[in-house]
């Protein structure tokens, strides 16, 4: 019977995207018993992955946040997700479950599941999962602030400009989604005024004895980019004059506004052909953005 074990604990600091790719909101340990199967076969110089087909998912004692609805929509989520080794288990088992609690505020949630071979087929290895969830203390939004992370660059936004982004408000049970959403929205403004390299780390302050949770938005805004040189190909003369002239150089770089430039010249182009058919060539030394069309492409 192949065992796995996760241990999940929050982080003192949120660390997200993504692009939060790097970023994450807790350190997370994975322990596997020697016992657990092996993550593939090999035979010969070729290898071959084992298939892990997981028929079912059971949660041990009592289940406190999640609703009933919730905890099936993790458990068919779970189900579902394409699993070719053991590892696979860790990541499904972790993302789903620490996800849903911390949503309703459990940020320091626990859980440990194992894994128990029903029969091998043609599938793969069919398993259930039986996992024990220690959810720990609920949490509430406590203080929201922002800070730059460079202190020779003021704040381009206020504080009373970038709060309403987060929607989260005081009080509030904590809910790492939300906070999600905020940076994103926070990406979402700086990148339309030209802060493209915008970059922002949430860190957390826990009260245990309130069980409140203060977040500080830390803001590495960088330079504000412009557009450079325009250059338009395979159109004719009049239309590429129509496009170039949407888009002056010195102007703030948003990437919406040369999107629809180009969109405006090709009435039903697709995002993957103007994917194609665009180049942006960043100067960091300029601060500039030199745009590229080539409808050839």
């Known amino acids: 019977m192949p065992w796995l074990v996760i241990i999940l604990l929050a982080a003192g600091s949120l660390l997200l995207a993504a692009a939060c790719a790097a970023q994450t909101l807790r350190k997370t340990k994975t322990l596997c018993a020697p016992s657990c199967p092996p993550p593939d076969r090999t ?22 946040p999640p609703d009933s609805a919730t905890a099936q929509r993790v458990i068919e989520e779970i189900k ?33 599941g194992k894994s128990q071979v029903v029969f091998e087929d043609a599938q793969g290895q069919h398993v259930i999962l039986t996992i024990h969830v220690d959810a720990g203390p609920q949490y509430w939004l406590g203080n929201v602030a922002f800070r730059t992370g460079d202190p020779d660059q003021p704040l381009v936004f206020s504080a009373g400009e970038l709060r309403p982004l987060i929607p989260l408000q005081e009080g509030e049970v904590f809910n790492i989604t939300k906070i999600r959403d905020g940076l994103d929205a926070m990406r979402s403004r700086y990148k339309e005024y030209g802060y493209i390299n915008f970059v922002t780390t949430p860190i957390t302050a826990m009260n245990d004895a309130t069980q409140r949770v203060s977040v500080t938005f830390e803001l590495e805004q960088g330079k504000q980019f412009r557009i450079g040189k325009v250059e338009v190909h395979g159109i004719d003369p009049g239309r590429a004059v129509a496009l170039a002239s949407r888009l002056h150089p010195g102007d703030i770089f948003r990437n919406s506004t040369v999107e629809n430039a180009v969109k405006a010249m090709a009435p039903g ?28 492409q």
Not at 45 to 63: C, N, Q, R, Y
């Open 269 to 296: 182009l697709s995002d993957d052909d103007l994917f194609h058919m665009l180049s942006l060539r960043k100067d960091e030394k300029e601060a500039t953005i030199a745009v590229v069309v080539d409808f050839r």
């Open 43 to 64: 035979t010969g110089a070729s290898e071959t992955h084992l298939k892990i087909v997981i028929d079912d998912v059971i949660f041990d004692g009592p289940m406190p």
């Open 80 to 112: 579902h997700h394409p699993c070719i080794n053991a590892n696979c288990l860790n990541e499904i088992l972790e993302v789903p479950i620490r996800t849903v609690w911390q949503d309703d505020g459990y940020f320091r949630v626990m859980s440990e």
